[in-house]
């Protein structure tokens, strides 16, 4: 089977081939003072390439199974990443990493078996509106500007909040998911 490798799969391959210079920035101080700035510079063009191959795909119609598939697990591999070399650095506290990687899990969980079933879930705005805090919670961190420390704090806990909301509203909408027939 060919895998079609039109520009939103060559967006997606590009941000996970991506991570591990965004890790090894973010982790060392490779570039000496500048190795935060790198590996926020990183994370932002990936973040983009995320925005850019869905909207390329939609637009000019090219949605394949492979960018389906691949496409939101480069999105969790990213932000997963992220939040754990935070953890890392002291900057997020692993309970929080905890209930959003679980959630990740979760919903990727209920997308497993409503596909067994013929049920295609679409993302819900509630989902987007977490991605975007999530995305932008990360930069702040990254970044780790005193004068932010407020705006920074804030944008955080509206991430983990917005994880918890799209979580109970995508396990309310999709219920019937996870019902079995018995005979």
């Not at 754990?84 to 959003?100: F, N, Y």
């Not at 961190?141 to 799209?166: G, H, P």
């Amino acid at each position: 089977m060919a895998i079609t490798m039109n520009l939103p799969n060559k967006l997606t391959i590009l941000r996970i081939l991506m991570i591990p210079f965004f890790v090894v920035f973010l982790l060392t101080d490779l570039a000496g003072n500048y190795s935060d700035l790198i590996a926020l510079f990183i994370f932002i063009i990936a973040s983009l390439t995320d925005l850019l191959d869905g909207h390329i795909a939609r637009k000019y119609h090219l949605v394949t199974n492979f960018g389906k598939f691949m496409d939101p697990l480069a999105d969790k591999l990213l932000v997963c990443s992220a939040m754990i070399c935070l953890v890392e650095l002291g900057r997020l506290p692993a309970w929080m990493v905890v209930i959003i990687i679980s959630r990740e899990f979760i919903i990727s969980g209920f997308r497993l078996v409503a596909s067994d079933n013929g049920v295609v879930i679409a993302a819900s705005y509630w989902g987007k509106f977490k991605t975007v805090f999530q995305m932008v919670m990360i930069c702040l961190l990254i970044a780790a500007i005193k004068e932010l420390n407020l705006i920074t704090f804030l944008v955080t806990w509206i991430a983990l909040l917005l994880t918890i909301i799209s979580l109970v509203d995508y396990l309310i909408k999709n219920r019937n998911v996870m019902k079995e027939d018995v005979k």
